[in-house]
């Protein structure tokens, strides 16, 4: 009878941690950019609410944008700062008709638009972390929302 009880006990620590793991995987991604894919919709959307966007143009093929996603997205202070912008990632391949406007010729390239959709400031290929959160908040003090 002990032994069943040990063993059952065993069988519930296994379930509970690796339930745990699953539960920690789920939260990292929670803590990385929210992304919206209409940019139409986001563009309207940011006119109502007085906020810039931030338009990230890209590949499922393209690495530098995959690291970009892992790296710079992921990053808390990033992050933080992403909540005060309208985010919205178009796939390049996917909806062609909204880089038209923009002339979008390398990958990824992110386009931080006033809430009329104007350009604020461009940032083309990859950019590392710290550069990047400068640049969100240089445009966060351009368009009084910082």
């Given at each position: 009878?002990?032994?069943?009880v040990?063993?059952?006990?065993?069988?519930?620590?296994?379930?509970?941690?690796?339930?745990?793991?699953k539960?920690?995987?789920?939260?990292?991604?929670?803590k990385?950019?929210?992304?919206?894919t209409?940019?139409v919709?986001?563009?309207?959307?940011?006119?109502?609410?007085?906020?810039?966007?931030?338009?990230?143009?890209?590949?499922e093929?393209?690495?530098?944008?995959?690291?970009?996603?892992?790296?710079?997205f992921?990053?808390?202070?990033?992050?933080?700062?992403s909540?005060?912008?309208?985010?919205?990632?178009?796939?390049?391949?996917?909806?062609?008709e909204?880089?038209?406007?923009?002339?979008?010729?390398?990958l990824p390239?992110?386009?931080?638009?006033?809430r009329?959709?104007e350009?604020?400031q461009p940032?083309?290929g990859?950019?590392?972390?710290?550069?990047?959160k400068?640049?969100?908040?240089?445009?966060?003090?351009?368009?009084?929302?910082?």
């Amino acid at each position: 009878m002990k032994k069943t009880v040990v063993v059952l006990l065993a069988g519930i620590c296994v379930c509970l941690s690796a339930c745990s793991h699953k539960a920690g995987t789920q939260n990292n991604s929670a803590k990385c950019i929210i992304w919206n894919t209409d940019l139409v919709k986001i563009l309207a959307q940011a006119k109502l609410e007085r906020k810039p966007v931030m338009a990230d143009f890209v590949s499922e093929e393209s690495e530098w944008c995959k690291k970009m996603d892992a790296e710079v997205f992921c990053d808390p202070g990033v992050v933080k700062l992403s909540q005060k912008f309208l985010n919205v990632k178009i796939d390049v391949y996917k909806t062609p008709e909204a880089v038209t406007p923009y002339g979008i010729g390398s990958l990824p390239t992110i386009l931080f638009l006033d809430r009329d959709g104007e350009l604020l400031q461009p940032v083309v290929g990859y950019s590392e972390t710290k550069d990047f959160k400068k640049v969100m908040s240089v445009v966060l003090r351009k368009s009084g929302t910082l």
